[in-house]
């Protein structure tokens, strides 16, 4: 006993355990040593990622394997890389690695602003062509002394990026050759997870331990890291394409027909999506347009070769979407299905992964160990069935509760309020944005406020109608959470408006040294999935596996939303002594199955009215 503990603590970051990071740690090394999986739930804030790496890393000192740590966004890798950099600090030599994708790793700026398809072949061209100075410095360096001195000089992905590129040499390249040396690997769920991955590296998983880190979002990460998606708007500017640039008019009115015919197809499904979001196809519907492939290929090489000879500098055309749809439905893969489905963007034909296990069973059945942690992990039965585990499993479980003082919170449910779709309307937003407003009003703590909506559309909808008064920050694709806790150091009382698992809300710490700049918490309507086909599968293949739909159903729309929920709320507990109000806004959460699971997880469940919300904002003090 007092062998393994004193191994697991040279890996250990602190000189203490917390309470209940020890218990992790040796339930982590002790699944590990037995060839178990191990499932951890514990509340932001408990040190599950120091743990993990502690009981990970003794683990492999034993073994001789690697670790990877598998992380979803990039906002998720500052967790890791702070653990490890304080072990360098402390003697301990852990050499690892961060992998992101090559645009995000990428020292040109003009170039990684191009889109994901185009850059690939900018890239390709400029390192085939010796081109891309940051590329060909490599051959010039010892990659081995750079990276020491990276890992020490370096405490954030930006810096372990931008690090590299003032050394002018290529990061994803750099960190690409030495991951063969690390111990470690940070990195993202594609280059696992990922079964039509352009860009690859050289993993041995059946010696390595995954270390997946907000395991609560596999499942739904794995469906969409093995989606093909064919734009309307694609089809539509090779229609152009076609047109400008085939001077064979037999091979133009050929690829023409093929592109209107599914063009015509699609636009008149669209008219399907105007209650639903996404729609399920017959295969054979979709591959009836393709039976003359060839002239699609034939075009799209007489495209390329006509850019290249005019001296475009990337000969990208629109046709490549094409051919990888085509080469994706081609495949005909257990577990996948065709969908037609409308986002911002437009509309677009889906090649979509609807059973994740057809992907992840391989690689966690044989992984040397797996440890799958979240803050709000589902229900073990969902996971081992989405997943396709068929190894043993243990379960640490540890309760919001369990961590968080109930003297440091309270939990207020107003009503007054709902996001429900069928009674959403501009009256219902104004009477949301006025109650947002009247709180922001009445709030008195040097704290920001952060509001999470069901989704963009509601956050658009309610903002429009906020009192000029309201000092806000929104969530915009191009909003980053380093230029907001920057901003967030000059003025502290701002209401953060934010969307229900994005990326102001999952993997991220709202903190300045130790300081919690959160005190109020609004959960804004119940986050529940708008139903539709593609879930309605995953329903279907849960009923199957589980033999119980009621519990089907639940697992398919109410977890995610309860998920949703309990990740907002973690955002302003990420130690044990922090403080905070929660306001759970939407009637939906006096409904007896809503209201049991909330009152179980927080103790505590108070209704209110308006004017009872207001005096309980104004008056409240952390104690």
Same mark, same amino acid.
């Given at each position: 006993m007092s062998g393994i503990r004193s191994l697991i603590k040279r890996y250990f970051p602190y000189d203490v355990f917390r309470k209940y990071q020890w218990e992790i740690a040796r339930g982590i090394y002790d699944s590990l040593s037995s060839g178990k999986i191990a499932l951890i739930e514990a509340p932001t804030g408990v040190g599950k990622t120091a743990s993990a790496l502690a009981a990970s890393l003794a683990y492999a000192e034993e073994s001789g394997v690697k670790v990877l740590f598998l992380i979803r966004t990039k906002n998720e890798a500052q967790a890791p890389i702070r653990e490890l950099r304080r072990l360098r600090d402390r003697g301990v030599d852990i050499d690892y690695v961060i992998i992101r994708n090559r645009p995000d790793m990428c020292c040109m700026v003009s170039t990684r602003k191009l889109p994901y398809e185009e @850059?690939?072949?900018?890239?390709?061209?400029?390192?085939?062509? !010796?081109?891309?100075?940051?590329?060909?410095?490599?051959?010039?360096?010892?990659?081995?002394?750079?990276?020491?001195?990276?890992?020490?000089n370096t405490g954030s992905i930006n810096e372990y990026v931008s690090s590299l590129c003032a050394l002018n040499v290529c990061p994803y390249e750099v960190s690409r050759m030495y991951l063969d040396r690390a111990k470690i690997g940070i990195m993202t769920y594609y280059y696992i997870f990922s079964i039509n991955k352009p860009e690859s590296i050289n993993i041995d998983v059946k010696n390595s331990v995954l270390i997946i880190d907000e395991a609560h979002n596999l499942p739904d990460a794995i469906s969409g890291l093995n989606t093909i998606n064919l734009p309307l708007a694609s089809v539509i500017a090779s229609i152009a394409e076609v047109k400008k640039l085939i001077d064979d008019e037999e091979l133009k009115n050929r690829v023409l027909r093929i592109l209107r015919g599914l063009q015509t197809y699609m636009v008149k499904l669209s008219r399907i999506l105007e209650e639903e979001t996404m729609v399920s196809l017959e295969l054979?519907?979709?591959?009836?347009?393709?039976?003359? @492939?060839?002239?699609?290929?034939?075009?799209?090489?007489?495209?390329?070769?006509?850019?290249?000879?005019?001296?475009?500098?990337?000969?990208?055309?629109?046709?490549?979407?094409?051919?990888?749809?085509?080469?994706?439905?081609?495949?005909?893969?257990? $577990?996948?299905?065709v969908f037609l489905a409308r986002d911002e963007q437009g509309v677009s034909l889906v090649?979509?992964?609807?059973?994740?296990?057809?992907?992840?069973s391989s690689v966690i059945n044989d992984a040397n160990g797996v440890v799958l942690m979240s803050g709000t992990l589902p229900p073990k039965d969902y996971v081992v069935s989405m997943l396709g585990i068929n190894r043993d499993v243990v379960e640490y479980r540890i309760g919001f509760r369990d961590y968080v003082k109930s003297e440091n919170y309270e939990v207020l449910v107003y009503d007054g309020i709902t996001?429900?779709?069928?009674?959403?309307?501009?009256?219902?937003?104004?009477?949301?944005?006025?109650?947002?407003?009247?709180?922001?009003?009445?709030?008195?703590?040097?704290?920001?406020?952060?509001?999470?909506?069901p989704s963009y559309v509601v956050l658009k909808?309610?903002?429009?109608?906020?009192?000029? $008064?309201?000092?806000?920050?929104?969530e915009l694709g191009s909003t980053s959470i380093d230029d907001l806790i920057r901003d967030l150091r000059?003025?502290?009382?701002?209401?953060?408006?934010?969307?229900?698992?994005?990326?102001?809300?999952?993997?991220?710490?709202?903190?300045?040294?130790?300081?919690?700049?959160? $005190?109020?918490?609004?959960?804004?309507?119940?986050?529940?999935?708008?139903?539709? !086909?593609?879930?309605? !599968?995953?329903?279907?293949?849960?009923?199957?596996?589980?033999?119980?739909?009621?519990?089907?159903?639940?697992?398919?729309?109410?977890?995610?939303?309860?998920v949703r929920i309990k990740q907002a709320v973690g955002r302003a507990f990420?130690?044990?002594?922090?403080?905070?109000?929660?306001?759970?806004?939407?009637?939906? @959460?006096?409904?007896?199955?809503?209201?049991?699971?909330?009152?179980?997880? @927080? $103790?505590?469940?108070?209704?209110?009215d308006e004017k009872e919300l207001i005096n309980e904002i104004k008056n409240f003090t952390p104690r």
């Amino acid at each position: 006993m007092s062998g393994i503990r004193s191994l697991i603590k040279r890996y250990f970051p602190y000189d203490v355990f917390r309470k209940y990071q020890w218990e992790i740690a040796r339930g982590i090394y002790d699944s590990l040593s037995s060839g178990k999986i191990a499932l951890i739930e514990a509340p932001t804030g408990v040190g599950k990622t120091a743990s993990a790496l502690a009981a990970s890393l003794a683990y492999a000192e034993e073994s001789g394997v690697k670790v990877l740590f598998l992380i979803r966004t990039k906002n998720e890798a500052q967790a890791p890389i702070r653990e490890l950099r304080r072990l360098r600090d402390r003697g301990v030599d852990i050499d690892y690695v961060i992998i992101r994708n090559r645009p995000d790793m990428c020292c040109m700026v003009s170039t990684r602003k191009l889109p994901y398809e185009e @850059f690939l072949e900018e890239c390709r061209f400029l390192r085939s062509s !010796d081109e891309c100075p940051y590329y060909s410095n490599i051959r010039r360096v010892d990659v081995n002394s750079l990276m020491l001195h990276i890992m020490d000089n370096t405490g954030s992905i930006n810096e372990y990026v931008s690090s590299l590129c003032a050394l002018n040499v290529c990061p994803y390249e750099v960190s690409r050759m030495y991951l063969d040396r690390a111990k470690i690997g940070i990195m993202t769920y594609y280059y696992i997870f990922s079964i039509n991955k352009p860009e690859s590296i050289n993993i041995d998983v059946k010696n390595s331990v995954l270390i997946i880190d907000e395991a609560h979002n596999l499942p739904d990460a794995i469906s969409g890291l093995n989606t093909i998606n064919l734009p309307l708007a694609s089809v539509i500017a090779s229609i152009a394409e076609v047109k400008k640039l085939i001077d064979d008019e037999e091979l133009k009115n050929r690829v023409l027909r093929i592109l209107r015919g599914l063009q015509t197809y699609m636009v008149k499904l669209s008219r399907i999506l105007e209650e639903e979001t996404m729609v399920s196809l017959e295969l054979g519907d979709v591959l009836q347009f393709f039976e003359d @492939f060839q002239a699609i290929k034939d075009a799209y090489y007489e495209i390329i070769k006509k850019k290249r000879s005019a001296g475009v500098p990337i000969p990208y055309t629109p046709l490549s979407r094409l051919l990888d749809f085509h080469k994706a439905v081609l495949n005909k893969v257990s $577990g996948f299905s065709v969908f037609l489905a409308r986002d911002e963007q437009g509309v677009s034909l889906v090649y979509k992964c609807v059973d994740p296990s057809v992907v992840s069973s391989s690689v966690i059945n044989d992984a040397n160990g797996v440890v799958l942690m979240s803050g709000t992990l589902p229900p073990k039965d969902y996971v081992v069935s989405m997943l396709g585990i068929n190894r043993d499993v243990v379960e640490y479980r540890i309760g919001f509760r369990d961590y968080v003082k109930s003297e440091n919170y309270e939990v207020l449910v107003y009503d007054g309020i709902t996001t429900r779709y069928v009674e959403r309307d501009e009256e219902e937003y104004a009477k949301i944005a006025d109650v947002l407003s009247r709180i922001y009003q009445a709030y008195t703590l040097d704290k920001a406020i952060l509001s999470i909506f069901p989704s963009y559309v509601v956050l658009k909808a309610v903002r429009k109608y906020l009192s000029p $008064g309201v000092k806000y920050v929104m969530e915009l694709g191009s909003t980053s959470i380093d230029d907001l806790i920057r901003d967030l150091r000059s003025n502290r009382r701002k209401l953060i408006m934010a969307v229900a698992g994005g990326k102001l809300v999952e993997g991220v710490e709202y903190r300045l040294g130790t300081e919690n700049l959160l $005190g109020l918490i609004i959960i804004i309507g119940v986050p529940y999935p708008e139903p539709n !086909d593609y879930l309605d !599968d995953i329903m279907e293949i849960l009923a199957a596996r589980l033999n119980d739909r009621r519990m089907a159903w639940e697992l398919t729309y109410q977890w995610p939303a309860i998920v949703r929920i309990k990740q907002a709320v973690g955002r302003a507990f990420r130690s044990e002594d922090d403080k905070a109000l929660i306001v759970l806004m939407d009637r939906r @959460f006096r409904e007896m199955r809503l209201a049991k699971i909330f009152e179980d997880y @927080f $103790g505590k469940y108070v209704i209110v009215d308006e004017k009872e919300l207001i005096n309980e904002i104004k008056n409240f003090t952390p104690r």
